[in-house]
């Protein structure tokens, strides 16, 4: 995929979500997940086919992730360190969407403010890439 591509999918995908991607890693703090107990996935997440998803990709920043999970790599189309960062920055549209009264907190976060800060931070992030 380019990243018109990548980005058409998870915008679309993004119109959608029913609420960030996260899961209680140790039963309290909330972490963002590619795959969240609630059923949703974030932006990169959304990229992931089923096929490919497992378990073990979570807690995994995108660098790390595409090292560990080379059918990702594969499967996304990276050709070089600029495809990562692009990424990295996608990712970041959704966890920094999930900051509700200046604290990290998707678990508490209104469906209306979380879908609302999500488009904007994609919005900018198209201008960011002369996408759209």
Same mark, same amino acid.
């Given at each position: 995929?380019? @990243?018109?591509?990548?980005?058409?999918?998870?915008? #679309? *995908? &993004?119109?959608?979500?029913?609420? /960030?991607? *996260? *899961?209680?890693? %140790?039963?309290?703090?909330?972490?963002? &997940?590619? @795959?969240?107990?609630?059923?949703? !996935?974030?932006? +990169?997440? &959304?990229?992931? /086919? %089923?096929?490919?998803?497992?378990?073990?990709?979570?807690?995994?920043?995108?660098?790390?992730?595409?090292? =560990?999970?080379?059918?990702? #790599?594969? *499967?996304? =189309?990276?050709? %070089?360190?600029?495809?990562?960062?692009?990424?990295?920055?996608?990712?970041?549209?959704? %966890?920094?969407?999930?900051?509700?009264?200046?604290?990290?907190? /998707? #678990?508490?976060?209104?469906?209306?403010?979380?879908?609302?800060?999500? +488009?904007?931070?994609?919005?900018?992030? &198209? !201008?960011?890439?002369?996408?759209?």
């Amino acid at each position: 995929m380019n @990243r018109q591509e990548i980005f058409n999918k998870v915008y #679309d *995908y &993004a119109k959608t979500m029913q609420g /960030p991607s *996260y *899961y209680m890693e %140790d039963g309290i703090s909330p972490t963002c &997940a590619y @795959r969240g107990c609630n059923g949703n !996935k974030c932006l +990169i997440g &959304a990229l992931i /086919p %089923d096929s490919l998803y497992c378990k073990e990709m979570e807690s995994n920043v995108i660098e790390n992730l595409l090292q =560990e999970f080379p059918q990702l #790599d594969d *499967y996304l =189309e990276i050709n %070089d360190n600029e495809d990562v960062l692009f990424l990295g920055a996608l990712q970041n549209c959704h %966890d920094d969407s999930c900051v509700f009264n200046h604290h990290f907190a /998707p #678990d508490k976060i209104p469906l209306n403010v979380f879908k609302q800060q999500l +488009i904007e931070n994609l919005t900018c992030f &198209a !201008k960011t890439y002369g996408l759209m």
